[in-house]
């Protein structure tokens, strides 16, 4: 069975500074993508980012990078220099890939409350 | 171009009755996904439809229900309500089914209280 994991329950920092979320997976696939999504107060959750376990390659968004590898299950997420309006709380989330290789349905961690302050 | 539109936004039922809840997705999309979120368990997967049917379903009781029309407009129910389904429900909608995107649209919830 799929779990992710996101161990940090909430975080606050300071303006400016930079934060790391952390998110740990456990999956018997070889093939499944590894997803980010914030969700603010208004309940929405917006999609921030999706990799495919065959792409390893971190990306860099902005403020935003992730940072995926393999060997040790984990998909972190980084924000440089937070703003006030970062805060939120931050979903991880797995899915796996079926025979046709589609992804089926998402299973998320327990999400990461991040509050910056002015 | 619209959003996920979720009604109604907020609503509190009794135990024993029941729910409809609707999700009109972004216009082109025809995979409308589902989801339960608690502070207990958080985000959870009730089930996925694509061209009007069932995809995928979730670990959740046969009370808990869905169906998708033609114009891929979804509603879920919730039969003979107990306390813990108390939760926001999330819509999401995508263009095609998660493989080809993996970009979910979520509306802003439906939070059910239940009494």
């Known amino acids: 069975a799929q779990k992710v994991t996101q161990a940090q329950t909430e975080i606050s920092v300071v303006e400016k500074e930079d934060v790391t979320l952390d998110c740990v997976y456990e999956?018997?696939?070889?093939?499944?993508?590894l997803f980010w999504y914030k969700q603010p107060p208004s309940g929405e959750l917006v999609f921030l980012i999706r990799r495919n376990s065959f792409d390893e390659q971190n990306e860099i968004s902005g403020r935003y990078s992730w940072n995926f590898q393999k060997s040790t299950s984990s998909f972190n997420f980084t924000i440089t220099a937070s703003q006030v309006v970062d805060s939120a709380v931050y979903f991880c989330a797995l899915s796996e890939a079926d025979s046709s290789g589609s992804a089926r349905q998402l299973t998320f961690g327990s999400g990461t409350q991040l509050t910056v302050l002015p | 171009k619209a959003g996920v539109t979720q009604t109604p936004r907020y609503l509190i039922k009794t135990r024993g009755q029941q729910v409809t809840l609707s999700c009109s997705p972004i216009s082109g999309h025809r995979s409308v996904s589902w989801y339960q979120q608690t502070p207990g368990q958080g985000l959870q997967f009730l089930f996925e439809y694509f061209s009007e049917t069932q995809r995928n379903k979730g670990n959740f009781p046969g009370r808990f229900s869905g169906r998708q029309f033609s114009n891929s407009r979804s509603e879920m129910n919730v039969s003979t309500l107990e306390l813990g389904d108390s939760a926001l429900y999330l819509c999401?909608?995508?263009?095609?089914?998660?493989?080809?995107?993996?970009?979910?649209?979520f509306g802003e919830g439906s939070r059910l209280t239940v009494l």
């Open positions: 999401a909608s995508s263009l095609e089914t998660l493989a080809n995107t993996g970009e979910l649209f």
């Open positions: 999956t018997r696939d070889t093939t499944y993508y």
